[in-house]
T-cell receptor, first 114, second 114 residues
Framework: NAGVTQTPKFQVLKTGQSMTLQCAQD?????MSWYRQDPGMGLRLIHY???????DQGEVPNGYNVSRSTTEDFPLRLLSAAPSQTSVYFC?????????????FGPGTRLTVL | GDSVTQMEGPVTLSEEAFLTINCTYT??????LFWYVQYPGEGLQLLLK?????DKGSNKGFEATYRKETTSFHLEKGSVQVSDSAVYFC?????????????FGRGTSLIVHP
């Protein structure tokens, strides 16, 4: 049971480039989400999904796109990278997305945009 | 909207000292409350949680009690170890209009010296 996996661990992009951050979980969780972590800001929710085929915006969705074609995978796409998107990105999942659920986090992707 | 306020760090202690990290919240409805811990270079992992007022969450010697009257969920440990050095996040989650919205505090760094 690998839990939540993320790739890559590190990435450097130039302004304007696009890329996809991968996230997968093998716990059959319905709810998946993406956060960014910036110094002094805690975690901020980017997008989330309550099941395959269903996605919604979080607190800071601009510049990011998601899709959920399977229960296991929830990729995050940066459409045109900007320096303001330099951050550490965490994917998380939970069973049903109810308020009592524990979230399980991946190890993170550290992204630098030059 | 919902918010979580936790004490700023870093908190620096000697081994075997008593630890308190304060956390207060603002939320509509009846949130669940969580403490997550992040060790260097890793993702967040659940430390403990409480899902209703007066519940006490506990794990690995850490405790926190859900106090509705003071809207608080302070984290305590009687005797810290060097291995407890990490960043601690207080979080709440509510379900609003069918959507599950988690909110994180900014994190408190704990440094424990031998």
């Amino acid at each position: 049971n690998a839990g939540v996996t993320q790739t890559p661990k590190f990435q450097v992009l130039k302004t304007g480039q696009s890329m996809t951050l991968q996230c997968a979980q093998d716990m059959n969780h319905e709810y998946m989400s993406w956060y960014r972590q910036d110094p002094g800001m805690g975690l901020r929710l980017i997008h989330y999904s309550v099941g395959a085929g269903i996605t919604d915006q979080g607190e800071v969705p601009n510049g990011y796109n998601v899709s959920r074609s399977t229960t296991e995978d929830f990729p995050l796409r940066l459409l045109s990278a900007a320096p303001s998107q330099t951050s550490v990105y965490f994917c998380a999942s939970s069973y049903y997305g109810t308020s009592t659920d524990t979230q399980y986090f991946g190890p993170g992707t550290r992204l630098t945009v030059l | 909207g919902d918010s979580v306020t936790q004490m700023e760090g870093p908190v620096t202690l000697s081994e075997e000292a008593f630890l308190t990290i304060n956390c207060t919240y603002t939320a509509t409805g009846y949130p669940s409350l969580f403490w997550y811990v992040q060790y260097p270079g890793e993702g967040l992992q659940l430390l403990l949680k409480a899902t209703k007022a007066d519940d006490k969450g506990s794990n690995k010697g850490f405790e926190a009690t859900y106090r509705k009257e003071t809207t608080s969920f302070h984290l305590e440990k009687g005797s810290v170890q060097v291995s407890d050095s990490a960043v601690y996040f207080c979080a709440l989650s509510t379900t609003s209009g069918g959507s599950y919205i988690p909110t994180f505090g900014r994190g408190t760094s704990l440094i424990v010296h031998p």
